[in-house]
């Protein structure tokens, strides 16, 4: 009876252990912010007391204020209508010796600097969203290198992005478009720069350079693309109007089954999530039957950074969890 209750005893760990690693990396990040009901987390509390925010409680609804800038717009930690991240106005409420704890906290934490795999090998299709022109070689590399192992194997990918004019600021001088010794990731042995090299000024025509210049090999013939203009009223696309054209330019083509969807940290979550409202909001009921996979490559701070930098980054995390915050809200 003893040995039968000892095996019962190891059975049910091993079956809790395995449900919990089942659970994409997404999924315990979401858990990392928010809880079941509607308060913020312990790992977020932190962070917003480190931030000078002190809620009366830490329900999502309170927290918003706060986050948002209704209360007082000094605490604000999101970016104003057309601000770009990296031009989001620092908090200088933050005190620099607290800005290495709020980094860890968002990165490892919570997990928003986590590297998030597959869950499956075989998908119906792969979706890569647009970003700036590091990012978009970080995701790249990450897909390669994923097809290379055969941890993916190579479908249709989608290429998603919209018209943005690019921006030195963060990257997309026109002396990196063409660098071979970009440091993150090599180009094709057949590629060759043009001696007359384009002159890119648009998301969507640089995404299409980085491929012709760095995708794999297995993956050529299988692109599809989905470049769309900016809505009307934004000066440059979103990640909302880039899927809504994604799913209204191919939604026929897309059969029931897995879709791996192909990003970078700390932008998974927040990407999921807009997928999310998209499919409850903007095309109700067709999502049924397709099940979305976001996974991307890890973040971490860079140790040389300086002070100045490091409250730079800071302030691009905070931006991205209060952005989640806001769609978390139900």
């Given at each position: 009876?003893?040995?039968?209750?000892?095996?019962?005893?190891?059975?049910?760990t091993?079956?809790?252990?395995?449900?919990i690693?089942?659970?994409?990396?997404?999924?315990?990040i979401?858990?990392?912010?928010?809880n079941?009901?509607?308060?913020?987390?312990?790992?977020?509390?932190?962070?917003?007391?480190?931030?000078?925010?002190f809620?009366?409680?830490?329900?999502?609804?309170?927290?918003l204020?706060?986050?948002?800038g209704?209360?007082d717009?000094?605490?604000?930690?999101?970016?104003?209508?057309?601000?770009?991240?990296?031009e989001?106005?620092?908090?200088?409420?933050?005190?620099?010796?607290?800005?290495d704890?709020?980094?860890?906290?968002?990165?490892?934490?919570?997990?928003?600097?986590?590297?998030?795999?597959?869950s499956?090998s075989?998908?119906?299709g792969?979706?890569?969203?647009?970003?700036?022109?590091?990012s978009?070689?970080?995701?790249?590399k990450y897909?390669?290198?994923?097809?290379?192992?055969?941890?993916?194997?190579?479908?249709?990918?989608?290429?998603?992005?919209g018209?943005?004019k690019?921006?030195?600021?963060?990257?997309e001088?026109?002396?990196?478009?063409?660098?071979?010794?970009?440091?993150i990731i090599e180009?094709?042995?057949d590629?060759?720069?043009?001696?007359?090299?384009?002159?890119?000024?648009?998301?969507?025509?640089m995404?299409?350079?980085?491929?012709s210049?760095?995708?794999?090999?297995?993956?050529?013939?299988?692109?599809?693309?989905?470049?769309?203009e900016?809505?009307?009223?934004?000066?440059?696309?979103?990640?909302?109007?880039?899927?809504?054209?994604?799913?209204?330019?191919?939604?026929?083509?897309?059969?029931?089954?897995?879709?791996?969807?192909?990003?970078?940290?700390?932008?998974?979550?927040?990407?999921?999530?807009?997928?999310?409202?998209?499919?409850?909001?903007?095309?109700?009921?067709?999502?049924?039957?397709?099940?979305?996979?976001?996974?991307?490559?890890?973040?971490?701070?860079?140790?040389?950074?300086?002070?100045?930098?490091?409250?730079?980054f800071?302030?691009?995390?905070?931006?991205?969890?209060?952005?989640?915050?806001?769609?978390?809200?139900?």
């Amino acid at each position: 009876m003893k040995n039968r209750i000892n095996y019962l005893i190891i059975f049910l760990t091993l079956f809790s252990y395995n449900n919990i690693s089942a659970k994409t990396t997404v999924e315990k990040i979401n858990e990392n912010i928010i809880n079941s009901d509607q308060t913020v987390s312990k790992s977020v509390q932190r962070v917003l007391n480190l931030c000078g925010i002190f809620p009366k409680n830490y329900s999502l609804n309170e927290v918003l204020i706060w986050v948002k800038g209704d209360k007082d717009p000094k605490y604000s930690l999101v970016r104003q209508p057309g601000e770009e991240r990296w031009e989001k106005k620092e908090n200088l409420i933050i005190k620099n010796e607290d800005l290495d704890e709020i980094i860890e906290i968002i990165l490892n934490e919570i997990g928003l600097g986590q590297r998030i795999e597959p869950s499956l090998s075989n998908y119906n299709g792969i979706l890569f969203l647009g970003a700036s022109l590091p990012s978009v070689r970080e995701r790249l590399k990450y897909l390669n290198a994923n097809i290379e192992n055969k941890k993916i194997l190579p479908v249709t990918t989608y290429l998603i992005g919209g018209e943005r004019k690019l921006s030195e600021k963060i990257g997309e001088g026109e002396e990196q478009f063409y660098n071979k010794n970009n440091g993150i990731i090599e180009f094709r042995s057949d590629y060759k720069v043009p001696k007359t090299p384009l002159k890119i000024t648009d998301e969507r025509e640089m995404l299409k350079l980085v491929f012709s210049q760095s995708l794999h090999p297995k993956l050529q013939n299988k692109i599809a693309l989905s470049l769309s203009e900016k809505d009307p009223n934004e000066h440059r696309a979103t990640t909302k109007s880039t899927i809504k054209y994604f799913f209204n330019d191919y939604f026929w083509n897309l059969k029931n089954g897995n879709y791996i969807v192909i990003s970078n940290q700390p932008f998974v979550l927040y990407q999921k999530l807009v997928m999310q409202k998209i499919c409850k909001l903007y095309i109700e009921n067709q999502c049924n039957g397709i099940h979305f996979d976001f996974i991307g490559s890890e973040l971490t701070l860079n140790k040389s950074y300086s002070v100045d930098e490091k409250r730079k980054f800071a302030t691009k995390l905070l931006e991205n969890l209060a952005q989640n915050l806001i769609l978390l809200k139900n």
